[in-house]
């Protein structure tokens, strides 16, 4: 999720930084969601990281679809 969106952002974050922030949000093992709040160097590194996470999330679900009853069905830990 980019820009300064998540309950921990909106409490200690900085508007004037929100171009260059990202949250990776998550379900934990104990079916929590939490998120990983990142503040990048410049708007660059920002949309690198945002790229490349999309990447993998994409290859990530085509993996989970194309692959019944392989790794991923097994969970990952």
Same mark, same amino acid.
């Given at each position: ?8 952002? $909106? +409490?200690?974050? %900085?508007?004037?930084? @929100?171009? $260059?922030s990202?949250? %990776?949000?998550?379900?934990d093992?104990?079916?929590?969601? $939490?998120? %990983?709040?990142? #503040?990048? +160097?410049? #708007?660059?590194?920002?949309? %690198?990281?945002v790229?490349?996470? $999309?990447?993998?999330? @994409? +290859? ?12 991923? @069905? +097994?969970? #990952?830990?």
């Amino acid at each position: 999720m980019e820009g300064q969106n998540t309950s921990t952002f $909106r +409490k200690y974050g %900085l508007s004037h930084e @929100a171009s $260059r922030s990202l949250s %990776l949000v998550y379900t934990d093992s104990s079916g929590n969601q $939490r998120s %990983l709040n990142i #503040v990048c +160097k410049d #708007v660059s590194q920002t949309k %690198l990281w945002v790229n490349g996470l $999309r990447t993998l999330t @994409a +290859k990530w679900s085509q993996l989970a679809t194309s692959s019944p009853g392989g790794v991923l @069905a +097994k969970g #990952v830990e």
